[in-house]
């Protein structure tokens, strides 16, 4: 009897730690919700970033990779948008991601995001506020 006890106890802790997440379960490269963009999220210390590693068109119509133009820092604005991270800071609380900030190149703005997996882990739901505007976008894994 106690040898089936501890058979049922082991197969509950199976299950139990197997739909689990892990902090580093959002690191990969990603396609975002325009499908005009790859994202790399990466841990650098104990939190998470996300670069642009590839754009759908990377370069202006005069052939010239495309700049930050729209930054309000004016010293950013000739750095390249392939390479720049656009998420920063995220922190992992046991399911989701927290307290994380993205760039919008395009906007020249920052706003507050979290992030959370579906339980396949092949899509990323991005949470983005600014002020009282919220949204959420799905990125794919790739």
Not at 9 to 31: A, V
Not at 51 to 62: A, D, F, G, H, S
Not at 89 to 116: H, I, Q, R
């Amino acid at each position: 009897m106690r040898s089936l006890m501890a058979l049922a106890f082991f197969c509950l802790l199976l299950l139990k730690t197997h739909g689990q997440t892990k902090s580093t379960d959002i690191t990969g490269t990603w396609l975002n919700d325009k499908k005009d963009a790859h994202v790399e999220i990466y841990q650098k210390g104990g939190n998470f970033f996300g670069k642009i590693v590839w754009l759908k068109e990377p370069n202006t119509p005069n052939g010239e990779p495309k700049t930050d133009r729209n930054n309000p820092t004016k010293s950013l604005r000739t750095r390249e948008i392939m390479g720049i991270d656009i998420i920063s800071d995220l922190s992992f609380d046991g399911k989701t991601w927290e307290d994380g900030k993205v760039y919008l190149p395009k906007k020249g703005k920052e706003a507050d995001c979290s992030a959370e997996l579906s339980e396949d882990h092949n899509s990323l739901a991005l949470h983005i506020t600014k002020l009282w505007f919220s949204t959420s976008v799905t990125w794919t894994r790739l």
